[in-house]
């Protein structure tokens, strides 16, 4: 990452004028011609939510257990999906929406190769600080994916989101026309055994679907996969699982998952959609 590399995704958040490098600031400092300025943190992103914006994202807590189960290759056939998914399109600037620890955009910058660069953006500060540490090929930026996102109109060959919030407008803005959105959406049996028994948040049938039709306007249907397998399973694994997703905001689930750690199955189901939609 550099001031430079950073700038050249970003849009300013108040007034959507492009950002650039404030070359006379004492410290790294972006701003646009309207003279708002932003200050890009030492660990390689910048902060561009909304005015008085009050949005938190994923805490430590979760990305420690997504970081976890990550790098045990529990989900490593679904980052193979999603890389064989938008590989074909050979993007160069890629814009992952969502990034958490950045496990799935390192994947696929690793599958693309030298030159392609990555902007991991997320709502928690220390999810970006993560994505982006030691990939000096990966910009970050945090941001509220439900509010105009500070990027420029046009700036990248392919979206990525994976398990994360959509904002199907702005992502068509952001991409360039013939651009590359990929998706990765669970089904309903996603993870089925365990939400049975620890109260994990529900996941709606048809979402693939429900998708597809919501994306109309922008985007005609390029690919998709369904990738389904069973994952073996134990008390720590399990706990990631919980600990990792919107469910761990529900004290309901930790508790129902202690009182049930005896009862666990020997695997679970791992069921999800990836979806790749080409702008029109």
């Known amino acids: 990452m550099s ?61 420690d257990a997504r970081e976890a189960l990550l790098a045990s290759g529990a989900y490593a056939p679904i980052r193979d999906a999603l890389i064989a998914a938008v590989r074909p ?36 500060p220390v ?16 941001a509220d994916v439900h509010a105009p996102l500070p990027v420029r109109a046009g700036v990248a060959d392919a979206v990525t989101v994976v398990f994360a919030p959509r904002n199907a407008a702005e992502f068509a803005r952001v991409l360039r026309p013939g651009g590359l959105l990929a998706i990765v959406t669970p089904r309903a049996d996603h993870l089925a055994e365990l939400r049975e028994r620890s109260g994990m948040l529900d996941v709606p049938a048809g979402k693939a679907e429900a998708l597809t039709v919501d994306l109309d306007l922008w985007f005609s249907p390029a690919s998709s996969e369904h990738v389904r397998y069973a994952l073996p399973v134990d008390e720590a694994r399990a706990r990631q699982l919980v600990g990792m997703g919107p469910s761990a905001r529900h004290a309901a689930a930790a508790s129902a998952l202690t009182s049930t750690a005896g009862a666990l199955p020997p695997a679970v189901t791992v069921s999800v959609d990836v979806l790749a939609f080409t702008r029109r």
Request: hydrophobic share 40%; net charge neutral; aromatic share 6%.
């Open 3 to 63: 001031v430079q590399t950073l700038a050249a995704w970003l849009r300013c958040p108040n007034c959507f004028l492009d950002l650039f490098e404030v070359t006379d600031a004492p410290s790294a400092v972006l701003g646009c011609a309207s003279g708002h300025r932003f200050d890009v943190n030492r660990r390689g992103y910048v902060t561009l939510l909304p005015p008085r914006s009050k949005v938190v994202g994923d805490s430590p807590e979760m990305l």
């Open 127 to 142: 999810a970006v600080a993560r994505a982006a540490r030691g990939r000096p090929e990966i910009d970050g930026l945090v």
């Open 89 to 124: 399109a050979a993007p160069t600037r890629v814009l992952d929406s969502g990034t958490g620890t950045g496990w799935y955009l390192h994947g696929l910058l690793d599958a693309l190769g030298s030159g392609a660069r990555g902007l991991a953006s997320d709502l928690s």
